[in-house]
């Protein structure tokens, strides 16, 4: 059974710091291209940060550019988000996902971890 568990979310201040994890497991996730997005209530779903198979492209949507910093261990078929400097709009509920040819088009989904960033 295919699953993508993410962890790590909650409520932080504006300028603190929250690390995602996100775990595969029933397929083969090093052959993947992964990527977290997030969802803001009444907003459109946003692809935040990407990574390719091996790690060595990633890609930053430009409101997180310098903020946010997405890495993988193939090893542990684990991906994570570290978000440094948190604004309010970063709030959202963030999603990990995992494309075979590319990340924008998701052949697996997570479940979603809540991000709440307070003023």
């Known amino acids: 059974q295919v699953q993508l568990v993410e962890s790590g979310g909650g409520l932080v201040q504006a300028g603190g710091s929250l690390r995602l994890s996100c775990a595969a497991s029933g397929f083969t996730s090093r052959n993947y291209h992964m990527g977290w997005f997030r969802q803001a209530p009444g907003k459109e779903r946003e692809l935040v940060a990407g990574?390719?198979?091996?790690?060595?492209?990633?890609y930053y949507a430009d409101s997180v550019k310098g903020r946010f910093t997405i890495s993988r261990d193939n090893a542990k078929n684990t991906v994570y988000l570290q978000m440094n400097g948190l604004k309010p709009e970063d709030t959202a509920v963030y999603h990990c996902?995992?494309?075979?040819?590319?990340?924008?088009?998701?052949?697996?989904w997570g479940q979603g971890t809540q991000v709440t960033v307070s003023s």
């Open positions: 990574i390719s198979w091996g790690g060595a492209v990633t």
């Open positions: 996902a995992a494309g075979r040819l590319d990340v924008q088009t998701p052949n697996y």
